[in-house]
């Protein structure tokens, strides 16, 4: 059952009559709350109702109304529908034009009619615009479906549809338009500010201006699939929250196309998630687009640009986003700028230029396993990409240049992956790592930056891998007051210094290729210490690997050759190990040992240079002779091989026996080498003693085929009355009868028979 009436809603007369609403489920033993059916604010009349109900639960309800005079005499005709049953109502049309005053000789009784079909609610009622004394009826028609809805500013009164599906205003049209209803505006300025509390489209039907008129958003969108495109959208409030566009607690929307200028931000989007902002111009706001507690949005071809106060894009709390392909430039803060808890969102594809960072991921450790990916980002004021006590982020084949501090700088954050970047040209460092840990910078093109290519302080068990270090105006990578970094596989040419470490112990530096440094290839510095370099190819700088106050490290395997002063220079650096060096065609010397460096080993090199070495300290040149392949390929460990050694090995063993120690001439003032290396050479043999590993390892009688034993030989020569030293052999019997070779190691071979021979 239903009922619309007419009732005095306060019973005491300052209220004059509203309509009212009420149904029963029961066959009429309860019955619903009265809902109020006119929107008005007014105290004027709304009297004589009628009603239409359909099977579906639309009802149809027109009324008679005077809420347009200020003096509650003249009379409108008003309707609305409600398509759920009576729980709620549309906003009111009004389907006169023109109020109409009382009929003189006509009482204004039930004079309505309504009927309905499946398109269209018809409406008969009476007014006495034409006829003041009797009155004319008037008939009229409502769709039942407002599907799409038009909106000009020079639509009146006497527009067809006027009130229904034209309007004047955004608001009016948004209002009447059914849910997943479009609304058409054309060209003009509206100066409102609209409230989109449905599902629709709101279209551009050519190039119309909302203007918010310097207050409040100039749209708020509170509903989900809300479509907003090709507007422009001008002059919200000067309050933070204020907007162009508000898109709050709402999902599912996209705006697009729109221009939006003048405002706090151009775009804010609150508590909203799954939206789309593409290929919007959002340029001269405070901010551009600001998020917060907003997840999985996607943020695509907007140009956001001169932003006067804030970033292009802040977000806040919001994770799960994309933020892709966006041209972001000229504002005064960050490009992007995420605050704390901001994790899993992807920045990639954009071009971010001359704004004052370009990337900021800041202020909390929350701010997680973002990826910024194929980003070009360049000329801005500050950095290119700053992280901030942030982790598991990744910075990928992105192009970061010309930037007026670092291309990129990580603050406490660690686990960070910088992959496949081309960092160039940065006023400052390329890539600066402050109190970060377990970070994985590889494969990246460093080059020109105005400082280092790579600056670690303060950071621990971080990897450098297979990088392309170039033309930095200092240091190519220095590493400071660090422990447990690895440098490994990266080719560093023409920077003042290749690698200089200062303060910092455990760093391993391998296999990477140093050349055409200004200054030192490698430069170990304040008190580092425990360092370890193998492997390297170390070419064409003025020092090769230099030491200055720096103890107990590692320098091994490395191929050090023409510096133009030094290939290996230590200041001040003690209780260092230098083997299996090859130290070449350097200029002044090989290796340059002073001021008080002393307990360093020098065992096991190959020196080939005009002057070898100089040391004024107390250094050890040799090992104890020890078998073992040498770097020339001999058969013991000793001292190093010298090109200018001038001695002679007269036993063959391949480690010099005249002219000892070796000093270079004197330029290595105490001691020097007592086993330098030389080529081994072959003495005369005069006979050989042959002794078996076991006792009575050949048994008697014949052996069987296959058998095989062991036996060992001594050589010995007349002439230096003594054994030219133990020389394995091995001798192994086919079958009875055979012959068996015994091999020593010059190359000689004895024959036995090994039928008639007794070990």
């Known amino acids: 059952l239903y009922i619309v009436y007419a009732a005095d809603p306060d019973g005491n007369g300052t209220d004059e009559a509203d309509i009212f609403f009420i149904k029963s489920t029961d066959g009429g033993s309860s019955w619903s709350s009265p809902l109020r059916v006119n929107d008005d604010s007014t105290k004027n009349d709304q009297f004589l109702p009628w009603m239409d109900v359909k099977s579906d639960g639309t009802i149809d309800i027109a009324w008679y109304d005077r809420r347009n005079d200020v003096n509650d005499s003249l009379w409108d005709v008003y309707f609305a529908k409600s398509t759920d049953g009576g729980s709620s109502f549309s906003q009111n049309i009004q389907l006169n034009d023109i109020s109409f005053p009382t009929p003189t000789n006509l009482w204004m009784g039930e004079y309505l009619g309504l009927a309905v079909d499946s398109n269209y609610a018809f409406v008969a009622f009476t007014s006495s615009l034409t006829d003041i004394v009797t009155g004319d009826v008037y008939f009229d028609k409502v769709p039942n479906s407002l599907s799409t809805v038009y909106v000009d500013d020079d639509y009146n009164a006497s ?15 948004i209002d009447a338009v059914d849910v997943n209803g479009t609304v058409i505006v054309y060209n003009g300025t509206y100066t409102e500010n609209i409230v989109v509390n449905k599902s629709i489209t709101l279209q551009a039907g050519s190039n119309p201006v909302i203007d918010g008129n310097g207050t409040g958003d100039v749209i708020y969108i509170s509903a989900d699939w809300v479509t907003i495109n090709g507007f422009t959208i001008q002059n919200s409030g000067t309050n933070w929250g204020d907007a162009g566009i508000e898109i709050a607690t709402s999902n599912q929307c ?39 507690s907003s997840s999985n949005n996607t943020i695509s071809g907007n140009t956001i640009n001169s932003n006067n106060y804030g970033d292009g894009i802040y977000l806040s709390s919001s994770s799960n986003n994309t933020i892709s392909h966006n041209t972001i430039t000229s504002n005064n803060a960050a490009g992007i700028y995420f605050d704390p808890s901001c994790n899993y969102n992807t920045i990639s594809g954009n071009n971010i230029s001359s704004n004052d960072d370009g990337i900021d991921i800041y202020g909390s450790v929350s701010n997680n396993y973002n990826t910024l990916s194929g980003n070009t980002i360049w000329n801005n004021s500050g950095y290119g990409i700053y992280f901030d006590w942030s982790r598991s982020n990744t910075i990928s084949n992105n192009t970061i240049s010309s930037n007026n501090y670092d291309g990129v700088w990580l603050f406490g954050s660690d686990n960070t992956t910088v992959f496949g970047n081309n960092i160039l040209s940065n006023n400052e460092d390329g890539i600066y790592i402050e109190e970060s840990d377990n970070n994985n910078v590889s494969d990246n093109i460093i080059s020109n930056n105005g400082w280092r290519g790579i600056y670690i302080e303060e950071s621990d068990n971080n990897t450098v891998s297979d990088n392309t270090i170039g033309n930095n105006s200092v240091y190519g990578v220095y590493i400071y007051s660090s422990i447990y970094n690895t440098l490994t596989g990266n080719t ?17 530096i391998t296999n990477n290729t140093i050349a055409n440094s200004n200054y030192s290839g490698i430069w170990v510095s304040s008190s580092s210490t425990n360092n370890t370099i193998t492997n390297n190819t170390i070419s064409h700088n003025r020092y090769g690997v230099q030491f200055s106050d720096s103890n107990h490290s590692t320098i091994a395997n490395n191929s050090i050759s023409n510096s133009s002063w030094y290939g290996m220079i230590f200041d001040n650096s003690n209780n260092n190990t230098v083997s299996g060096n090859t130290i070449s065609n350097n200029g002044w010397r090989g290796l340059h040992l002073y001021s008080s460096s002393d307990g360093n080993l020098i065992y096991n090199n190959y020196f080939n240079n005009t002057n070898n070495a100089y040391d004024d300290g107390n250094n050890t040149w040799n090992i104890t002779k020890t078998f073992g392949t040498n770097i020339i390929n001999g058969s013991y460990l000793g001292g190093n091989f010298w090109s200018d050694y001038a001695g002679s090995d007269t036993n063959g063993d391949g480690l010099g026996d005249t002219d000892l120690p070796y000093n270079c001439s004197g330029n290595i003032a105490n001691g020097g080498d007592w086993h330098p290396l030389v080529t081994p050479s072959a003495p005369s043999i005069d006979y050989i003693t042959i002794t078996f590993g076991t006792e009575n390892e050949i048994p008697p009688g014949n052996m069987s085929t296959g058998f095989t034993f062991t036996m060992y030989a001594t050589a010995f020569n007349t002439s230096t009355k003594g054994s030219l030293g133990p020389i394995p052999v091995n001798w192994s019997i086919a079958n009875y009868g055979s012959n068996a070779s ?13 039928g008639t021979q007794n070990g």
């Open 254 to 292: 996209n705006v697009s196309r729109n221009n939006i200028s003048t405002s706090n931000a151009g775009i804010v989007l609150s508590s909203s998630n799954n939206n789309v902002v593409l290929n919007n111009s959002i340029i001269n706001n405070q901010y551009g687009i600001v998020g917060s």
């Open 742 to 754: 015994i091999n020593t190691s010059f190359g000689t071979s004895v024959l036995f028979s090994s």
């Open 159 to 173: 527009t067809p549809g006027w009130q229904i599906d034209h309007f004047d205003t955004i608001q009016g049209a």
């Open 492 to 508: 560093l040419t023409y920077n003042f210094d290749g690698i200089r470490l200062g303060l910092s112990n455990h760093i391993t």
